[in-house]
């Protein structure tokens, strides 16, 4: 149920024209997957029905990349596949978005040899860092969500000075970690 | 504590008998038998190996090179070469191996006459890619191999990263490249 439940049938609403246009990109990303390490395997998660991208519109994995919006750079890159991603990159229709999935892509991760490239960002534009090795599929959603706060805002946000602003999307822990260290207990009541 | 090899391979007395003048030499551990070999030598003892009904070595596991720089033992070269066989039909499995000893600087990615070694593709084809692999990794060359190029890294590769004397990260290649940025085409 959207806003036009809330409507009378015959109203006219007026909103200004990137608003929607930006409000149909963020709605239907459609992410390549360069999934070339074990990230992937949680990418393919995400996409299924337990996480379910389909949630946020970005369920259309699409292996052509002229019909992608989101690149989703997940594992490793050697410097001998690198040329390929740049590639891909190149033949993307703009608007693209970057989302670079893990440890791996973003620093190289524990693979600091001569073959990896240490961070795709070294050689192609990132937008979204998502950490961890491999990340959930809440980081990896968590990371689109971020991709679709950029497109809303035509960009990062900035303040008056061009300082980005933070996205503010960071879901926030839900507990309270209790006091540490505790007393030991073992036979005492 | 030393413990004196075990050559009770049978294949052992075979090859002996075939090539007493060969130089061969043999090792064990833990059950399994390796013979070292003289690089001139070691196509006709592999020919051998696979021909012989004795023998009848009708598999090639492996073909993988070794680099013994800083190796804590006194080794006869610094690079070898490993043909691990199997026979199917004696149920055996053996090593070969030959020791090279680079005459060139071994930092860089010229052709080096000591460094080659008969191919053994023409017994064997399935060798075809495992000694690709060495030659990409070791910079060991395999003479009358059929196709010898690099097989896993990229034709103009600065080095052959294998050996020890290179560095794990690399001399750089990892981050000289074209970047790409927003507004590229
Ligand atoms: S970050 Fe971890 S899970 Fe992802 S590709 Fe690298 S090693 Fe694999």
């Given at each position: 149920m959207g806003i036009e439940a809330a409507l009378p049938h015959d109203s006219i609403m007026t909103t200004q024209f990137n608003r929607v246009v930006n409000w149909a990109r963020r709605s239907s990303v459609w992410p390549l997957p360069f999934a070339t390490a074990c990230c992937g395997i949680e990418l393919m998660a995400t996409a299924c029905?337990?996480?379910?991208l389909a949630r946020f519109g970005?369920?259309?994995?699409?292996?052509s990349p002229r019909q992608a919006d989101l690149l989703i750079v997940a594992g490793r890159i050697g410097i001998k596949s690198l040329p390929v991603l740049q590639r891909i990159y190149m033949q993307m229709a703009e608007p693209k978005w970057v989302i670079s999935m893990g440890a791996c892509a973003s620093t190289g991760g524990v693979f600091d040899?001569?073959?990896?490239?240490?961070?795709?960002d070294q050689f192609i534009p990132v937008d979204v860092y998502v950490p961890g090795c491999p990340p959930r599929p809440e980081m990896l959603i968590e990371g689109i969500m971020a991709i679709q706060r950029i497109i809303d805002n035509d960009n990062i946000p900035k303040d008056q000075d061009g300082k980005r602003l933070p996205l503010n999307i960071a879901v926030q822990p839900n507990f309270e970690p209790s006091a540490q260290p505790v007393d030991v207990s073992i036979g005492a009541t | 504590m030393t413990r004196k090899p075990v050559l009770e391979h049978p294949t052992l007395a075979v090859i002996k008998k075939a090539f007493p003048d060969a130089g061969l030499k043999a090792t064990e551990f833990r059950e399994m038998t390796t013979v070292v070999i003289p690089r001139e030598k070691i196509h006709e003892v592999a020919r051998y190996l696979h021909d012989s009904p004795d023998c009848d070595y009708d598999f090639l596991a492996d073909v993988v090179g070794i680099d013994y720089m800083g190796y804590p033992v006194e080794q006869p070269g610094r690079f070898a070469v490993s043909y691990v066989l199997a026979s199917g039909k004696h149920g055996l499995r053996i090593t070969l191996k030959t020791y090279v000893d680079p005459s060139?600087?071994?930092?860089?990615i010229d052709f080096d006459p000591e460094l080659e070694v008969d191919s053994i593709t023409d017994i064997w084809p399935g060798a075809e890619w495992p000694e690709r692999e060495v030659y990409d990794m070791f910079g060991i060359r395999f003479k009358n191999h059929p196709d010898l190029r690099r097989i896993l890294l990229w034709r103009d590769f600065p080095a052959h990263p294998l050996r020890k004397d290179y560095p794990l990260r690399g001399r750089g290649e990892r981050e000289h490249y074209q970047t790409l940025n927003r507004e590229s085409r």
């Amino acid at each position: 149920m959207g806003i036009e439940a809330a409507l009378p049938h015959d109203s006219i609403m007026t909103t200004q024209f990137n608003r929607v246009v930006n409000w149909a990109r963020r709605s239907s990303v459609w992410p390549l997957p360069f999934a070339t390490a074990c990230c992937g395997i949680e990418l393919m998660a995400t996409a299924c029905s337990r996480f379910d991208l389909a949630r946020f519109g970005a369920e259309v994995m699409r292996f052509s990349p002229r019909q992608a919006d989101l690149l989703i750079v997940a594992g490793r890159i050697g410097i001998k596949s690198l040329p390929v991603l740049q590639r891909i990159y190149m033949q993307m229709a703009e608007p693209k978005w970057v989302i670079s999935m893990g440890a791996c892509a973003s620093t190289g991760g524990v693979f600091d040899t001569y073959a990896v490239v240490q961070g795709v960002d070294q050689f192609i534009p990132v937008d979204v860092y998502v950490p961890g090795c491999p990340p959930r599929p809440e980081m990896l959603i968590e990371g689109i969500m971020a991709i679709q706060r950029i497109i809303d805002n035509d960009n990062i946000p900035k303040d008056q000075d061009g300082k980005r602003l933070p996205l503010n999307i960071a879901v926030q822990p839900n507990f309270e970690p209790s006091a540490q260290p505790v007393d030991v207990s073992i036979g005492a009541t | 504590m030393t413990r004196k090899p075990v050559l009770e391979h049978p294949t052992l007395a075979v090859i002996k008998k075939a090539f007493p003048d060969a130089g061969l030499k043999a090792t064990e551990f833990r059950e399994m038998t390796t013979v070292v070999i003289p690089r001139e030598k070691i196509h006709e003892v592999a020919r051998y190996l696979h021909d012989s009904p004795d023998c009848d070595y009708d598999f090639l596991a492996d073909v993988v090179g070794i680099d013994y720089m800083g190796y804590p033992v006194e080794q006869p070269g610094r690079f070898a070469v490993s043909y691990v066989l199997a026979s199917g039909k004696h149920g055996l499995r053996i090593t070969l191996k030959t020791y090279v000893d680079p005459s060139v600087d071994t930092s860089g990615i010229d052709f080096d006459p000591e460094l080659e070694v008969d191919s053994i593709t023409d017994i064997w084809p399935g060798a075809e890619w495992p000694e690709r692999e060495v030659y990409d990794m070791f910079g060991i060359r395999f003479k009358n191999h059929p196709d010898l190029r690099r097989i896993l890294l990229w034709r103009d590769f600065p080095a052959h990263p294998l050996r020890k004397d290179y560095p794990l990260r690399g001399r750089g290649e990892r981050e000289h490249y074209q970047t790409l940025n927003r507004e590229s085409r």
